[in-house]
């Protein structure tokens, strides 16, 4: 992240990247169970759906665990940088 970044910015970002990868894990394991199943195009794609929105969900609810360190983190070290200088 560039250090001119707020911890907003930085707390926002670590969130979605939180958010687009449970829900691509979660759609993605939808797919394999599907297709291990041998089910048609509209079972597929509808899991994959309500894997997406799964993931989605669990991300709202666990994101904030990886992004609240992320943007404190964030902040020591531009304070810590700013300080050295």
Do not use: I, K
Request: with cysteine.
């Amino acid at each position: 992240m560039r250090p001119e970044a707020n911890a907003w910015r930085v707390l926002l970002s670590a969130w979605a990247g939180v958010l687009l990868g449970l829900a691509l894990a979660n759609a993605l394991r939808a797919v394999a169970a599907v297709l291990a199943v041998g089910a048609g195009p509209v079972a597929l794609f509808a899991y994959a759906l309500a894997g997406a929105l799964t993931g989605l969900l669990w991300a709202v609810c666990l994101g904030w665990v990886c992004a609240v360190p992320a943007a404190l983190a964030h902040r020591l070290t531009v304070r810590t940088r700013a300080a050295s200088t």
